[in-house]
């Protein structure tokens, strides 16, 4: 089946849009000290103009409030709303966002729907996704948090962390353990917990290499979480009791691949400023674009990111005509070979700039330290390839002999090819 990222004409004239859009009026706000507040007043008007613009929350059908893109067309998009953390959010699908929104029009009660979903794609709320827990790490079957059911309420009590955006939600999605006594793939659940709730506390946000010290308001820390016989309505159960790891399935994967799509463009900036400098900078003679070692970077690192773009929109383009799930192997190369490439790219951009690169006068320093949690998060890269090593390995069969044999193989072809073979030598 051949393959096609083309888009139309008219979409093309969007993205030509939004590449401008992004660059002239979203990137500059890196440079600002903001509180909240003011990013708020700043972003609002520019919010709008991609409402406008029928660009508002691509990653949903319509009839959801989405744009309905299909996942080529948005991974397109998020190739350039990737280049900037701010960009995301402005168009209304930013992570834990945007997979939130995702989970519960899977899985969503109309209510639950009309509540959170419709709220959180308005942009009037924020969410949180609390999956991770200390002692269990990339192993989910591991979870420890409880929810009970008592009467028309569930009792919630466990330890979670690393819960992206929890200090500045108005609610989480909590990943529990309803049934132990079954398989962990079908006793865990999904239960929405507004954040006030009496019980819930949020410890902190975790200092992290990509803002060990800088206020998580702009964009959300990962904050360690702690329920304490924290009790919300039985209807706040997402989907059914034992339905947490298909959900967290089908959340997790589009959320995987829209990284992806975005490192594509944060890639492409580190990429740009490596160029730029390979141009600008004389030593030893001559400009580092004429050193081989330079030479070698460029190439390199333009043959990798070709390399992801291309599996990255062919992930996409497999979504969009046979559905996530059927996608797997597809989406868990891209996660780990983008990770990969995302880091090698800044780090060869911040090389070529020595200690420039290494200052906090570039963005590079952050993008890199960014960068190296995309080895981790939604599961780390050895957790992906393991499984992809495994799809594929399901695909052969052990053998005595090797299939490409030599001796073996031309014992076959003598007795296939006999006839010929005896006229040949009759000739002779």
Not at 118 to 128: D, I, Q, T, W, Y
Not at 168 to 175: C, E, G, P
């Given at each position: 089946?051949?393959w096609?990222?083309?888009?139309?004409?008219?979409?093309?004239?969007?993205?030509?849009?939004m590449?401008?859009?992004?660059?002239?009026?979203?990137?500059?706000l890196?440079?600002?000290?903001?509180?909240?507040?003011a990013?708020?007043?700043?972003?609002?008007?520019?919010?709008?103009?991609?409402?406008?613009?029928?660009?508002?929350?691509?990653?949903l059908?319509?009839?959801?409030?989405?744009?309905?893109?299909?996942?080529?067309?948005?991974?397109?998009?998020?190739?350039?709303?990737?280049?900037?953390?701010?960009?995301?959010?402005?168009?209304?699908?930013?992570?834990p966002?945007?997979g939130?929104?995702?989970?519960?029009?899977?899985?969503?009660?109309?209510?639950?729907?009309e509540?959170?979903?419709?709220?959180?794609?308005?942009?009037?709320?924020?969410?949180?996704?609390?999956?991770?827990?200390?002692?269990?790490?990339?192993d989910?079957?591991?979870l420890?948090?409880?929810?009970?059911?008592?009467?028309d309420?569930?009792?919630i009590?466990?330890?979670?962390?690393?819960?992206?955006?929890a200090?500045?939600?108005?609610?989480?999605?909590?990943?529990c353990?309803?049934?132990?006594?079954?398989?962990?793939y079908?006793?865990?659940?999904?239960?929405?917990?507004?954040?006030?709730?009496?019980?819930?506390?949020?410890?902190?946000?975790?200092?992290v290499?990509?803002?060990?010290?800088?206020?998580?308001?702009?964009?959300?820390?990962?904050?360690?979480?702690?329920?304490?016989?924290?009790?919300?309505?039985?209807?706040?159960?997402?989907?059914?009791?034992?339905?947490?790891?298909?959900?967290?399935?089908?959340?997790?994967?589009?959320?995987r691949?829209?990284?992806?799509?975005?490192?594509?463009?944060?890639?492409?900036?580190?990429?740009?400023?490596l160029?730029?400098?390979?141009v600008?900078?004389?030593?030893?003679?001559?400009?580092?674009?004429?050193?081989?070692?330079?030479?070698?970077?460029?190439?390199?690192?333009?043959?990798?990111?070709?390399?992801?773009?291309?599996?990255?929109?062919?992930a996409?383009w497999?979504m969009?005509?046979v559905?996530?799930?059927n996608?797997?192997?597809?989406?868990?190369?891209?996660k780990?070979?983008?990770?990969?490439v995302?880091?090698?790219?800044i780090?060869?951009?911040?090389?070529?700039?020595?200690?420039?690169?290494?200052?906090?006068?570039?963005?590079l320093?952050?993008?890199?330290?960014?960068?190296r949690?995309?080895?981790?998060?939604?599961?780390?890269?050895?957790?992906?390839?393991?499984?992809?090593?495994?799809?594929?390995?399901?695909?052969?069969?052990?053998?005595?002999?090797?299939?490409?044999?030599?001796p073996?193989r031309?014992?076959?072809?003598?007795?296939?090819?006999?006839?010929?073979?005896?006229?040949?030598?009759a000739?002779?």
């Open positions: 089946m051949a096609d990222f083309s888009t139309e004409p008219e979409f093309e004239a969007q993205l030509e849009w590449r401008g859009f992004v660059r002239e009026e979203i990137i500059p890196e440079v600002l000290d903001l509180d909240r507040a990013f708020d007043r700043i972003t609002a008007p520019l919010k709008e103009q991609v409402r406008e613009r029928g660009l508002w929350a691509a990653h059908p319509p009839e959801l409030g989405g744009g309905g893109f299909g996942q080529v067309r948005l991974g397109l998009m998020h190739e350039i709303l990737g280049q900037c953390r701010y960009a995301p959010g402005i168009f209304g699908n930013q992570a966002d945007s939130n929104a995702e989970l519960l029009a899977i899985g969503g009660s109309p209510e639950q729907q509540r959170w979903m419709h709220p959180l794609l308005r942009g009037e709320l924020r969410s949180c996704f609390s999956m991770t827990e200390p002692g269990a790490g990339a989910p079957t591991l420890t948090t409880r929810a009970v059911l008592d009467g309420d569930y009792v009590d466990g330890h979670k962390w690393f819960s992206s955006n200090s500045v939600a108005d609610f989480l999605i909590v990943m353990v309803t049934d132990p006594d079954v398989s962990p079908q006793g865990s659940s999904m239960i929405i917990v507004p954040v006030d709730t009496p019980g819930v506390t949020i410890v902190r946000d975790i200092p290499m990509d803002h060990p010290t800088r206020s998580p308001a702009l964009y959300g820390g990962h904050a360690e979480v702690l329920y304490e016989g924290v009790r919300v309505p039985r209807e706040n159960l997402v989907g059914n009791p034992g339905d947490g790891f298909r959900l967290a399935q089908q959340r997790l994967g589009p959320g691949i829209h990284h992806a799509m975005r490192w594509l463009g944060q890639s492409r900036r580190a990429f740009d400023m160029c730029e400098r390979a600008s900078r004389h030593t030893h003679g001559s400009v580092l674009a004429d050193k081989q070692m330079v030479q070698d970077w460029v190439a390199t690192s333009a043959a990798e990111m070709q390399a992801a773009r291309l599996m990255t929109l062919h996409a497999t969009d005509r559905g996530a799930a996608a797997r192997l597809e989406i868990g190369m891209v780990y070979w983008g990770a990969k995302l880091h090698d790219v780090d060869r951009a911040i090389q070529v700039h020595g200690s420039l690169g290494f200052s906090g006068d570039l963005p320093e952050e993008m890199y330290r960014a960068a949690a995309a080895r981790i998060y939604d599961g780390p890269d050895e957790v992906h390839k393991a499984t992809v090593a495994k799809r594929i390995l399901r695909g052969y069969a052990p053998v005595d002999v090797p299939t490409e044999h030599v073996t031309a014992a076959a072809a003598r007795e296939r090819f006999a006839a010929h073979l005896d006229l040949v030598t000739d002779l």
